[in-house]
């Protein structure tokens, strides 16, 4: 094999870089938001249904009407979203900007993976809930069997996604792929990642499978 | 030449970027502050001087005693740090989180380039000015002239600078060179950045030349 001088190897990543950027992925920015199980529901709107507000991209999400309180050892977050339906664990979903305003030491960790998330009290006016189930989201790609099979990825593979824009051009990898029968394609990030990238609500990514 | 298949591409990938990843550039994470004229201190602080509190890593520059609260159109910050020493203009840094909680339209530019940057008011009790220099700082790293001839780069290069962290390790593209005589090599990235890619504060990036 030759060696790699550094022109060589710039020239490669370019090539590289433009042969396989092909699949645009379109980009969802979550802001921070709940999941609920039915009964903490109750806790915290005795008496009241979950109303949507809003359908989301995914087929049957929505973002409610009711928002809570979140409420962490530094200071106090209201009007966070709660979106539907209900789930078999309540989840809280912040920013790591979050984490240090809020005083809430959530861990990175992909939705519904809860073992070592942070205790959180969720609030509603007097009534409140604590959960232990606050977790800054990791990125990931919702995506069907029909997509993954398009892009030959398998459950469990992670992928680098490239976003292209004015002054803030990144390539974000750690991207987990989280598969569903129904799933819309779409990569979420959350609002500083957004931020770091400089994502506006039109903003496409390319996949980049690694 | 051969056919790049999806396995080849995927495999000079990896390649290059093990074999490239060669240079580690420290990261300094700026949180949000302002940079002052003499004149506009003093029209805030009368008849004091700018305190040193804190040297910062690049010679000469300082974190001072004094604070000023960032006024926006939807809320204010308290606590804002001034560096030191005075600057020819006056500049406030903020991060694109802040741009929407503060309602600041504060743009993506590299330090100094303010010819477009938002106009923010900076208050310390009753004293207030008011100045049309408020930025999203792009990231950017400082670099001795002997450093730049050191990777081969030359003013108004960017480079890529690959953060290889705990589940979200992201490549940083864009990334300015601001080159100086004196300057010790440290990459800035703000809150949002740092957050987005989970650096703390002993992160180190690899220096990638695009």
Redesign the interface.
């Known amino acids: 094999m030759h060696k790699?001088t550094?022109e060589l190897?710039?020239q490669?990543?370019?090539e590289?870089l433009n042969?396989?950027e092909l699949e645009a992925i379109p980009i969802g920015i979550s802001n921070r938001h709940v999941h609920l199980t039915e009964q903490d529901f109750q806790q915290l709107f005795p008496g009241e249904t979950l109303t949507p507000m809003k359908p989301l991209k995914q087929p049957g999400e929505f973002a409610a009407e009711q928002t809570v309180t979140i409420v962490g050892s530094k200071g106090e977050q209201s009007r966070v979203r709660i979106l539907g339906p209900f789930r078999k664990r309540s989840q809280a979903e912040i920013?790591?900007?979050d984490t240090r305003t809020l005083g809430i030491p959530a861990p990175?960790?992909l939705s519904g993976h809860l073992e070592d998330a942070a205790e959180v009290t969720l609030k509603n006016g007097e009534h409140c809930v604590t959960i232990k189930g606050c977790i800054v989201a990791?990125?990931h790609i919702h995506m069907s069997f029909k997509d993954m099979a398009r892009f030959?990825l398998s459950a469990g593979d992670t992928v680098?996604v490239r976003v292209k824009t004015?002054?803030?051009?990144?390539?974000?990898?750690?991207v987990e792929i989280r598969p569903g029968e129904k799933f819309i394609l779409e990569m979420h990030?959350d609002?500083?990642?957004a931020?770091?990238?400089?994502i506006k609500p039109d903003t496409v990514g390319s996949l980049?499978?690694?």
């Open positions: 790699a550094p190897i710039q490669i990543v370019s590289v042969e396989i920013s790591m900007t990175v960790r990791k990125r030959k680098s004015e002054e803030r051009t990144t390539l974000f990898e750690d990030v609002t500083d990642e931020n770091a990238a400089n980049i499978r690694r």
